[in-house]
């Protein structure tokens, strides 16, 4: 069969849909900026040498990239740094300069130089820089190729450097071009693999084969060519289906749950206009005096289950001394592991988190005070009655699968018994999750539900709240829900997850397993 022959003669390990590699510099928007600041570091000391392959390399590296963002009217070197790292495409070229023209460094610039390189990495304190990998690239066209696929991005407006209407000067090539095609294909997007190489073969021409050939590109083309018409003719379908999980598998709810998500991610309208007709934006002081004099500012994103956005929850100040506490402590995202045992690093979700204790900080039992006046339901930390705050910060292409936030309720008597920390068991299931934004994303980074049609963008200081569970502590699979992946910029949320325990007085249980 053509599609297990071409795995095995070309391409890059097989990975399975959406799954992240490894690498981790691209889950965050600050080991991005490390590589920036690292690049202009050894940049910095390669140029006290006269070795004229040294003045060769520094501009290959940096130059071209710095350039292009100062041509796109961005003045300060602030502003110049925080635009390569937000932009995918310059991402992409910054990690694919890094990686390969870095074997060549060494090479080219004698060892006194590379003295004063070493020690300039070693004296950057505050951005310690990270030279990239070989998975670090891979992760970086791995992010490329799910935007274009999640967004359905216009491939000729992509490849000139337009990403959703943000333009830039970072173009791709035909040799990126044709490397993406191949990460498509390894994920089983046939038909965005051949979109890739077929434009590939066009640059190609325009180049005169200057960074592939027409003819190597014919080769891969024709060959995703026939695996896209294999899958087309086995599912009776358009060939979109991934096969590299089996889709055997997957029922229809899922794959309907994975159309609606990528819809509502870009932006499409799920529902009637009659059903959005009846979602209100009011003011509620919910019951509290405490919002007697500045009622909370409420959007009603769904009536069943509840859904509600509140605006300007936290201050600018309030949110800068999160993000500040947080980033000395971001590591790579767990997820309960198989069979609810333990935790595992994420592949499904591709961000850095931390977690805040409420005594920290005077700040953050605020917060957890402001959030039960406004949810009727107890936060105390001491209590085991919520966890700690969670921020999570996603990178360029960062994103979570839809997923559930309940932890219980859908495992066997064997796993709860076996597999699930008694602490856990004490606390009970996460019972309701409030979200904060806290800022605005450029493009992308929508929270989507897609069994229910709705959406919630993400607006600096608003934070979103819903039950996981309903009343009669059965799990709500109506609240499945994912971030969609990161178009443009960076996206900081933070995450405050309410458990069963405590809640016995204010919530009320009905025996009913439908309400």
């Known amino acids: 069969m053509i599609i297990s022959e071409f795995h095995n003669y070309i391409f890059l390990s097989k ?36 070795s004229f392959p040294a003045k060769k390399l520094k501009d290959k590296l940096y130059l071209a990239a710095y350039e292009q963002v100062a041509a796109e009217q961005v003045v300060t070197e602030e502003g ?27 090479a080219n610039v004698n060892n006194d130089t590379w003295k004063y390189v070493t020690k300039a990495l070693a004296g950057m304190e505050h951005l310690p820089p990270r030279i990239p990998k070989e998975d670090d690239l891979h992760g970086a066209a791995q992010a490329l190729v799910r935007l274009h696929d999640v967004y359905n991005l216009n491939m000729s407006q992509l490849v000139q450097g337009n990403i959703g209407g943000v333009k830039s000067f970072a173009e791709l090539s035909a040799q990126d071009c044709l490397y993406m095609g191949k990460h498509s294909f390894n994920l089983g997007m046939y038909h965005r693999a051949v979109e890739w190489f077929e434009e590939a073969y066009v640059l190609s021409g325009k180049e005169k084969n200057a960074t592939v050939s027409q003819g190597q590109v014919s080769t891969f083309l024709n060959t995703a060519l026939r695996a896209h018409e294999e899958v087309t003719a086995a599912s009776g379908g358009d060939g979109t289906t991934n096969v590299a999980s089996d889709p055997s598998s997957r029922t229809s709810t899922e794959w309907e749950d994975s159309d609606n998500f990528q819809a509502l991610c870009r932006g499409e309208n799920l529902r009637s206009e009659a059903y959005i007709s009846t979602l209100t934006c009011y003011y509620d002081h919910r019951g509290e005096a405490y919002f007697y004099l500045m009622p909370a500012k409420i959007e009603r994103l769904h009536h069943d289950p509840e859904i509600l956005k509140f ?50 900080i005077p700040l953050f039992q605020r917060i957890s005070k402001r959030v039960s006046l406004l949810t009727g339901l107890s936060l105390d930390i001491q209590q085991d009655h919520a966890e700690y705050l969670q921020v999570s910060n996603y990178g360029v292409g960062g994103h979570y699968n839809p997923h559930h936030d309940y932890l219980l309720v859908d495992k066997t008597e064997y796993e709860l018994k076996h597999n699930i920390n008694p602490r856990e068991l004490r606390m009970g299931d996460r019972i309701a999750t409030f979200m904060f934004y806290l800022n605005d994303v450029s493009l992308g980074g929508a929270t989507a539900f897609p069994r229910l049609g709705a959406a919630a963008w993400p607006s600096k200081g608003s934070a979103v709240f819903w039950h996981n569970l309903k009343k009669s502590g059965a799990g709500d699979t109506r609240t499945l829900h994912g971030a969609c992946p990161v178009l443009h910029g960076t996206k900081w949320v933070s995450n405050k997850w309410i458990r069963e325990k405590g809640q016995f007085l204010r919530h009320a249980c009905v025996p009913s397993p439908h309400e």
């Not at 690498?23 to 570091?41: D, H, P, R, V």
């Not at 506490?325 to 591709?350: C, D, E, I």
Request: glycine share 4%; charged share 20%.
């Open 80 to 106: 110049i740094v925080e635009r390569l790292a937000g932009n995918p495409l310059h991402a992409f070229h910054l990690i694919k300069r890094m990686t390969v023209d870095w074997k060549h460094i060494e």
């Open 15 to 50: 990975f399975p849909f959406y799954a992240t590699l490894p690498s981790e510099s691209l889950t965050t928007i600050n080991k991005l900026l490390s590589i920036c600041y690292g690049k202009k570091a050894i940049l910095f000391s390669i140029n006290h040498t006269n």
């Open 311 to 360: 605006h300007h929850m936290l201050t600018d100040a309030e949110i800068h001394q999160i993000k500040e506490t947080a980033k000395p402590l971001l590591a790579r995202s767990m997820v309960q592991g198989m069979k609810g045992k333990g935790n595992t690093v994420s592949n499904t979700r591709t961000s850095k988190v931390a977690w805040l204790d409420d005594y920290v």
